[in-house]
């Protein structure tokens, strides 16, 4: 892969190509016009296992991921590529550590859709602590009356507890806090530094899982994090509390979580995550659980963060090929060019 050099001396835009994986959205034209550049030559592939991304994108210098799993494997096989960029901000599917080794970067988008997600976090909390979805259900079966929803508390007796206290569990805490609530919280990170102004109270994880009124869920997904909330947790919540999950489904054990509910364990949840997705079998109970409000992994969505994400996917890829770094990278390879 030969380099272009630019009037002024710098390394420019060097000829690649760049493979999207997968993707369910219903259009690339973001992507295509950012990637517009006639050295760069920008393909849809049809990727779900690493087998599918092996035989459809070998030679890709850039991958743009959605859901199918890059392992080691997978880039052992990809020898010229020097980037994965994922669409959102988890990176679960990506083997990091396998792509730090191999030189190769790992980068997502933290900030596409922060106040998409906060927002919809605080909407599914509301829907559940003023039995918005009970009560419409209640009068769509022809009742009219306000004993559907009982018992509601006033919101400013309630304490709202938040798991991960990075940007979205920061705004979500400024809103529930804006409504009058006690607001908790504790992070899994040792090292992220709560902000001045925020205004969660640190507590220990166990004092969380005791304390909370309303559990959310904004860590990310690792080894160590994974059925973060199992039966322990569960059985660690009050029988009054709501769980909340809008970052990633495998940090809730669904078939405990299921559990606690059917044994009145829990108050109710509301995700908008699932283990997986679409739903198993565990996840078709969940949905059709009269305490549980599901919807589709859409807290990321408005139609201003779905151009956003997908312009700054294509710019994260722009940047590798003009031998730069990735905005956002998630990891540090040695050598980030073999």
Known sequence: ?????????????????????????????????????????????????GQDIIDQASDAHVLINQYAPVTGEVLDALPHCRLVVRYGVGVDNVDVPAATKRGVWVANVPDYGSDEVADHTVALAFS?????????????????????????????????????????????????AALGMRVIGTDLDPSRTLAADTPIENVSFDELLATADVL??????????????????????????????TARGGLVDSVALLDALNRDALAGAALDVL??????????????????????HAAWYSEESFVTLKNEVAHEALRVLRGERPRCPVNNPAEAQR
Request: charged share 20%.
């Open 128 to 176: 559940l602590l003023r039995g918005v979805v009970r009560l419409n259900g209640s009068v769509r079966r022809g009742a009219w009356a306000y004993a559907a929803a009982r018992p509601l508390r006033r919101l400013s007796t309630l304490t709202f507890g938040v798991v991960g206290c990075g940007a979205i569990g920061t705004a979500v805490a400024r809103r529930a």
């Open 1 to 49: 892969m030969s380099d272009i050099t630019r009037a002024d001396g710098a390394v420019g835009l060097r000829p690649g190509s760049v493979v999207i994986t997968d993707c369910d959205h219903d259009t690339i034209a973001p992507e295509q016009a950012v990637l517009s550049d006639p050295r760069v030559q920008l393909r849809l592939a049809s990727c779900k296992t």
């Open 216 to 245: 959310s869920l904004h860590a990310n997904l690792t080894e160590a994090s994974h059925h973060l909330i199992g039966r322990q947790a569960l059985n660690a919540m009050k029988p009054t509390a709501y769980l909340l999950n």
């Open 275 to 296: 283990e997986t997705e679409p739903p198993d079998d565990t996840g078709r109970a969940l949905a059709v659980h009269d305490r549980v409000i599901l919807t589709p």
